[in-house]
């Protein structure tokens, strides 16, 4: 059921074949003035497994990102400052706050609570009077992977610098329909989610880019949150949640203010 989502894994080894394909799945180093908001998520479980996300600051004090990037038990750090470095880590001591729906069901949006404010810029809201349609261009970030095997098979692993990549959005009708049908576990998991799409040639999300913002116009409008296609890179869209829900925006403003 998890290997749609992009949560990595880090506390296990891995090998990499001599004929992997090294390059950035359509991305760039970002620049050293962009998403300073960023922030590096690492959990540390009981067992010892250090796994990472991403995040974005939206206050002083306030980190977004998805809900799946938590488990109970687990310890959670944040890197604040880490782009463009070099970073301070802090640990999060307060309860996550995860958003729940009338009946219960949990979606993928969490927001952590520094235990101190910090003076590092601040993402900006969206513009929800602009929905965003198919076609528009938005942006993606975050430390996943930037290999792909010779058969764009995914791979295990981080990048040790912020990578930036255009995205476009697009209907998620298809991916809806394919996931109701071949991945039905999955499907229950999301199916109350609410959220778009974004795919484009030779462009795409990793393990570890989770919780990462999507920024239109300088504005955050979605929360990386899960892959298209968990065992082959640039072959289906890869799912963002929707930070113009009318629901999720009034649950943010009452958890911040």
């Not at 970073?87 to 101190?116: A, T």
């Not at 965003?132 to 996943?144: D, K, R, S």
């Not at 999300?205 to 899960?226: L, T």
Request: glycine share 8%.
């Amino acid at each position: 059921m998890t290997a749609r989502l992009l949560l990595l894994w880090v506390g296990f080894a891995f090998s990499r074949e001599a004929d992997i394909q090294k390059r950035v799945v359509g991305g760039r180093q970002c620049q050293p003035n962009e998403r300073l908001y960023h922030v590096r998520l690492s959990g540390l479980d009981p067992d010892g497994t250090w796994s990472f996300c991403g995040g974005s600051l939206l206050t002083d004090r306030w980190i977004l990102t998805a809900s799946h990037c938590w488990q109970p038990g687990r310890t959670m750090f944040a890197v604040v400052g880490v782009h463009p470095g070099p970073g301070q880590r802090v640990e999060i001591i307060s309860e996550p706050r995860i958003y729940r729906d009338n009946n219960d069901n949990v979606h993928d949006i969490m927001l952590l609570k520094l235990p101190y404010p910090t003076n590092i810029p601040r993402v900006a809201y969206p513009d929800c009077d602009y929905s965003l349609q198919p076609g528009a261009t938005v942006e993606i970030a975050g430390h996943g992977e930037t290999t792909a095997g010779p058969n764009n098979e995914r791979t295990n692993g981080e990048s040790p610098t912020l990578q930036c990549a255009n995205i476009d959005v697009v209907d998620c009708s298809e991916e809806r329909k394919d996931m109701k049908k071949n991945d039905k576990k999955f499907y229950k998991r999301v199916k109350n989610d609410y959220w778009f799409c974004g795919n484009t040639s030779q462009v795409d999300v990793c393990p570890g880019d989770s919780g990462g913002v999507v920024v239109f116009d300088e504005k955050i409008y979605g929360v990386i949150s899960f892959l298209g296609d968990p065992k082959n890179v640039c072959q289906k869209a890869a799912a963002f949640m929707d930070l113009c829900n009318p629901e999720y925006a009034a649950w943010i403003r009452r958890t911040i203010t």
